[in-house]
Every structure is written in C-alpha cells, then in structure tokens.
Antibody, heavy 122, light 107 residues
C-alpha cells in the first residue's frame, strides 16, 4: 500500500525559499502511470493545487504561483520535492503531497500525505 | 482557469438524512469531476471520480451525478462518520481547481 509523507521546515522567513520533500513508501515513484502533486490549504480555507510532476519529469504548475514553484523528482530516493521561492505570509498553509492516479483519462488524487504546516514569519 | 462553485457552503443535518451538495463549473468539463471528503486535521480522501464512479471501499450511500457544468454529490442516510467538509475538483484542465467546500455538520 503506497503511503506518502511530507517533510521540511515548519517555519520559513519571508523572502526565503520553502523546501518540502514527499517520500513515497510501499511503491516506486518510477512505476509510471501516475503524477505526483502538491496541494496546499490556507488556514481555515479550501484547497489549492500547486502543481504536479510525472515520473519522467514533466511538470505542470498553477499560474497563481507566478513561476515561484518548482517540483522535481528523485527516483533514486523515491521522493519528489517542492521549492517555492520568495515566500510571503500568504504562503502560510498546510502543504499536502498526493499521488494522482487515473482510470483511463479520468485523473484523481488517490493517495495523500498527512500534510505539513508551513508558517512564513520572521 | 475553470471556477468551481459549490452550494451550499454549509449545512446542518441529522443522522439518517439525505444530503445533496451541488457543484457548478464555469465551463463544460464533461464528467471530469471528483469529490473529496476532508475531516478536521486530516488529508482529503477521494470518494468519487469521473462524476459518478465510486472508489473501492467507499460506502454505497455516497453517489455522484452530473455532466457538463452541473454536478451533485448525494449522501443517502447520513451516518455519524460523514460529518465533514466535501470538495469537488475538476480534472478537465490545468490548473486543477477545487470548489470552496461544503461543511456538513450535526443539526
């Protein structure tokens, strides 16, 4: 059974770079057929998709990030990561990683990490 | 971006009630619509994909319908475990977008 676990600093200073890792266990990130995604949830708010990456490295991002986000995959470590540059208080949120599975062309996030809280503050 | 609008934003219901949540897309998304359940402090859990396909292990009291721009999540005979926030999400095009959520609480 595939499980995901987010890790990274819980506190980031304004203007710095937020870096998170999502470690995949119980399966290989290289197995193909999946995308690996980051989603965030601002305090008391709804869900915002950040972007995703295929096992081969193709990436798609939410334009709302204004090109501040980079998602990469490290198949040797079976994890994928998120870097978000020039953070502000508006980036304070719970960050989730998720696997995007599919049935034919119908994609959905079928496995989620527990989430990690990131606070941007000096 | 495709905007997803859910209604109501919240509702109060009793165990055994039938609950209906609506999700409207700002443009046609065929049936590229997923439903998630989220409980406080937990990650979302997918219930339904492709508008009406129930994920394995999800109770049959959950059902989804709709196509194009209008979709519905129905919970028949609400159970105590169903009190949560529900989100719709379109997978028709990137950026993937979610509805604002519908909180179902106990009357």
């Amino acid at each position: 059974q595939v499980q995901l676990q987010e890790s990274g600093p819980g506190l980031v200073k304004p203007s710095q770079t937020l870096s998170l890792i999502c470690t995949v266990s119980g399966g290989s990130i290289s197995s193909g057929g999946y995308y690996w995604s980051w989603i965030r949830q601002h305090p008391g708010k709804g869900l915002e998709w950040i972007g995703y990456i295929s096992y081969s490295g193709n990436t798609y991002y939410n334009p709302s990030l204004k090109s501040r986000g980079t998602i990469s995959v490290d198949t040797s470590k079976n994890h994928f990561s998120l870097k978000l540059t020039s953070v502000t208080a508006a980036d304070t949120a719970v960050y989730f990683c998720a696997r995007v599975g599919s049935d034919y062309s119908y994609y959905y996030m079928d496995v989620w990490g527990r989430g990690t809280t990131v606070t941007v503050s000096s | 971006d495709i905007q997803m609008t859910q209604s109501p934003s919240s509702l109060s219901a009793s165990v055994g009630d039938r609950v209906t949540i609506t999700c409207r897309a700002s443009q046609s998304i065929s049936i590229y619509l997923n439903w998630y359940q989220q409980k406080p402090g937990r990650a979302p859990k997918v219930l339904i994909y492709a508008a009406s396909s129930l994920l394995s292990g999800v109770p049959s009291r959950f059902s989804g319908s709709g196509s194009g721009t209008d979709f519905t999540l129905t919970i028949n005979s609400l159970q105590p475990d169903d009190f949560a926030t529900y989100y719709c999400q379109q997978s028709y095009s990137t950026p993937l977008t979610f509805g604002q959520g519908t909180k179902v609480d106990i009357k």
